[in-house]
């Protein structure tokens, strides 16, 4: 059989400059489907990749190699403490007092579980063995602080990079949203890459501009990104498979108390009031229209929405 690659890039890819300890210790870690590239401060918003183009870790000097990446699910800026919640160990730190440790050596002051960061999505992250890392491009300067920027179809550079790339690949099985498979040498092509936990938190978030879908609330700490159809029942960690819900209104949609119709309502059991004698604040919004997402593509699909409805919730 001839060899095959799934192609997976998007047509650009940005090599960032990486802390080796970062990097070495999620390459430590098993079976690691997501991480956060984080940086110190949320100060600035990093639009240099669409979704689905791809990140390169870069070592600093003395190593100076290429070692591994990831593939770019978003950016957001939320409090350190929310991104501990959401990817733990996939920080890149052992605890949340190294990782704090980590935002303090960079920013050079306190850091509270409200200290700002900036978080880089990478789904399907790779780090490869020593004796896999790419020199650093042709075209590289020393005094590059943060990263560089290429055309993967520009050559010499953008193709050799992306050539090297995915020569390595070859070895690595990458899980997508939509696999596609092609040619071992194919054009860049951007394709879905398949979220983690840790990405859909954050981006179901940031899709409901951090409001609880059904009451408003917004106290950050008690919104939770709920599943419309679990990831145990055949769902995905895809933004319209996720509801923003204060923590009460997520625990009684996943045992069938409230639902959601396909037309955007809020539906209430009769339960609430029949088994606990109470549910009034809860029965009083039976009806109402839920709060959506701006873009389309990020709103509730009708078919996880109809599934909900007819497998979970307790007319």
């Given amino acids: 059989m001839g060899a095959t690659c799934i192609t997976m890039p998007g047509m650009r890819a940005w090599v960032a400059v990486t802390d080796s300890d970062w990097f070495r210790f999620l390459a430590s870690l098993p079976e690691v489907d997501e991480v956060n590239f984080w ?112 055309d993967l179809t520009a050559a010499p550079v953008g193709t050799w990079l992306w050539e090297q790339v995915q020569f390595r690949l070859l070895t690595a099985p990458i899980e997508l949203e939509e696999p596609v498979e092609g040619t071992v040498f194919g054009e860049p092509r951007l394709v879905r890459p398949r979220l983690g936990q840790g990405s859909f938190k954050i981006l179901v978030a940031d899709a409901y501009q951090r409001r609880c879908a059904v009451t408003g609330e917004k106290i950050l700490p008690v919104l939770e990104a709920a599943h419309i159809r679990p990831v145990s029942s055949g769902g995905l960690h895809r933004i319209d498979n996720g509801l923003l819900l204060r923590s009460d209104v997520h625990t009684l949609f996943d045992r069938g108390y409230v639902t959601v119709t396909p037309d955007h309502q809020l539906r209430v059991s009769t339960r609430l009031r029949d088994e606990f004698d109470n549910g009034a604040y809860y029965l009083n919004m039976d009806g109402a229209a839920i709060r959506l997402p701006a873009r389309s593509d990020d709103r509730p699909d009708p078919a996880a929405l109809d599934w909900h409805s007819d497998e979970v919730f307790r007319p």
């Fill in 39 to 150: 940086q110190p401060s949320g100060g600035r918003r990093f639009a240099v990749l669409q979704p689905g183009e791809i990140l390169l870790f870069k070592l600093h000097a003395p190593e100076r190699a290429i070692v591994g990446g990831g593939f770019f699910a978003g950016h957001s800026v939320v409090p350190a403490a929310m991104a501990w919640d959401s990817f733990g160990q996939k920080n890149g730190a052992a605890t949340f007092d190294d990782m704090v440790r980590r935002i303090e050596r960079y920013s050079r002051g306190l850091v509270g579980p409200e200290h700002p960061i900036g978080c880089i999505l990478l789904e399907q992250p790779f780090f490869w063995e020593q004796k896999d890392w790419m020199p650093e491009p042709a075209d590289w300067k020393p005094n590059i602080v943060q990263g560089k920027s290429y």
